[in-house]
Nanobody, 124 residues
Framework: QVQLVESGGGLVQAGGSLRLSCAAS????????MGWFRQAPGKEREFVAL????????YYGDSVKGRFTISRDNARNMLSLQMNTLKPEDTAVYYC?????????????????WGQGTQVTVSS
């Protein structure tokens, strides 16, 4: 099993940056593919990014390409999301998630484990 805890959310002005972290526990963390999702008020949960267990392949949602970077440090059981050039539409609760495979990576239902989320608010 895997336990996930997000941190690093906060309030930032448009154009600014934030770095989110997800601390994972479990001896098999490095074998999981890890993703970030976000959910804004009144909206469906949206795929943000995924990184494979080796860290060699990444996928990004169209709305964040070129601005966000996902990374992982398997030795420290840590997942990160660097968010640059933030926009008001990035405002949401951000969740990290873990799964075994990479197929249908944008579908939240294929992920096995979820953190509690961290709030990101971007002011205009």
């Amino acid at each position: 099993q895997v336990q996930l805890v997000e941190s690093g959310g906060g309030l930032v002005q448009a154009g600014g940056s934030l770095r989110l972290s997800c601390a994972a526990s479990g001896r098999t963390f490095s074998t999981y593919n890890m993703g970030w999702f976000r959910q804004a008020p009144g909206k469906e949960r949206e795929f943000v990014a995924l990184i494979t267990w080796t860290g060699g392949t990444t996928y990004y949602g169209d709305s964040v390409k070129g601005r966000f970077t996902i990374s992982r440090d398997n030795a420290r059981n840590m997942l990160s999301l660097q968010m640059n050039t933030l926009k008001p539409e990035d405002t949401a609760v951000y969740y990290c998630a873990a799964r075994r495979g990479t197929g249908s990576y944008s579908n939240e239902r294929v992920y096995d484990y979820w953190g509690q989320g961290t709030q990101v608010t971007v002011s205009s």
